[in-house]
C-alpha cells in the first residue's frame, strides 16, 4: 500500500495515526503542500483533484479522509470501526458531522482564513469568515462539549473510534490559532486523551513545527 499525504494535512493526519496506532504498514510519499507538491501534473495524474490524502492498495486507488480510514479499518477489522450495525451507524454519525458541520464553522471559516486559506483569498472576505465563523463555531461546539462527548473517554464511547482519529485533528488545528477550548472542558479532556496515543507525537511533529512557525509569525503566545 501507497499513502500519499503530508503531516501538515488535517485530513491526513487521521489516517497516519490511525495506521500508526493499528499497526497499518503502508511507503508514505510526501505531497508536499507548501510548495504545491499536490498540483505537480505527475501527482494530478494519481489523483485529478490534487488534494491529499490518497491511497493506492494494488488496484484500488481512493482518496476522502473518511472513506481511506472506514476502507483501512474494515480491511484489517478494526473496531474502531464496530462491526455492530448501531454501533456502526453512530460512528458513521459522528464521522459525517466532523466532516460537515464542524469542519465548515471550525476549520473552515474561524481557522483556515487566518492563514490565506483558500489561497488567493481577498484579506477582507477573510475577516468577515473568521467573524462569521467565532459567532457560529460555538454552536457546534458545545454539541461536541456535552452530547457527543459529555462524560466519555471517546466520541462513541468507552473505547476510540474512526470518529476520534478524524474529529481530533479539526479540533487540534485550532492550536495555529492558539483557539480558547476554555468553555469546553469535555472537548478539552478527549483531546487529552487523544494526545496520550503512543503514536500521536510522532505523527504530529510536522503540524506541531507548522504551528509554532505560525504562532511566532502571528506573535501568538507559544
Ligand atoms: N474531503 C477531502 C479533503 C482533502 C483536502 O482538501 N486536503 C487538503 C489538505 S488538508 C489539500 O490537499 N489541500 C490542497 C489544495 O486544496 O490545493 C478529505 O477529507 O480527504
Redesign the pocket.
Known amino acids: 500500500m501507497k499513502l500519499y499525504c503530508d503531516p501538515i494535512?488535517?485530513?491526513?493526519r487521521p489516517v497516519m495515526l490511525f495506521a500508526a496506532e493499528s499497526g497499518i504498514a503502508f511507503e508514505r510519499e510526501h505531497v508536499d503542500?507548501l510548495s504545491d507538491g499536490?498540483?505537480d501534473p505527475a501527482y494530478l495524474a494519481i489523483n485529478p483533484n490534487?488534494?491529499?490524502?490518497f491511497l493506492i492498495d494494488g488496484d484500488l486507488a481512493i482518496?476522502?479522509?473518511?472513506a481511506i480510514l472506514t476502507y483501512l479499518a474494515q480491511k484489517i477489522g478494526s473496531p474502531a470501526y464496530p462491526a455492530a450495525l448501531k454501533a456502526r451507524a453512530k460512528v458513521d454519525e459522528a464521522l459525517s458531522w466532523f466532516?460537515t458541520n464542524l469542519h465548515e464553522y471550525f476549520c473552515l471559516f474561524t481557522i483556515y482564513p487566518n492563514f490565506g486559506i483558500p489561497k488567493g483569498v481577498d484579506p477582507m472576505l477573510s475577516q468577515a469568515l473568521i467573524a462569521f465563523g467565532e459567532e457560529k463555531a460555538p454552536r457546534w461546539l458545545k454539541v461536541l462539549d456535552q452530547h457527543m462527548i459529555g462524560d466519555k473517554p471517546f466520541v462513541c464511547g468507552e473505547t476510540i473510534s474512526l470518529a476520534d482519529y478524524l474529529g481530533s485533528a479539526f479540533i487540534t488545528l485550532g492550536d495555529a490559532a492558539a483557539y480558547d477550548f476554555g468553555p469546553y472542558p469535555n472537548i478539552r479532556r478527549w483531546i487529552a486523551n487523544m494526545r496520550a496515543l503512543p503514536s500521536w507525537d510522532a505523527t504530529y511533529a510536522g503540524f506541531n513545527g507548522m504551528v509554532a512557525a505560525l504562532r511566532s509569525q502571528a506573535e501568538l503566545p507559544a
Open positions: 494535512s488535517t485530513t491526513s503542500l499536490n498540483l490534487g488534494v491529499v490524502p482518496g476522502e479522509s473518511m466532516a
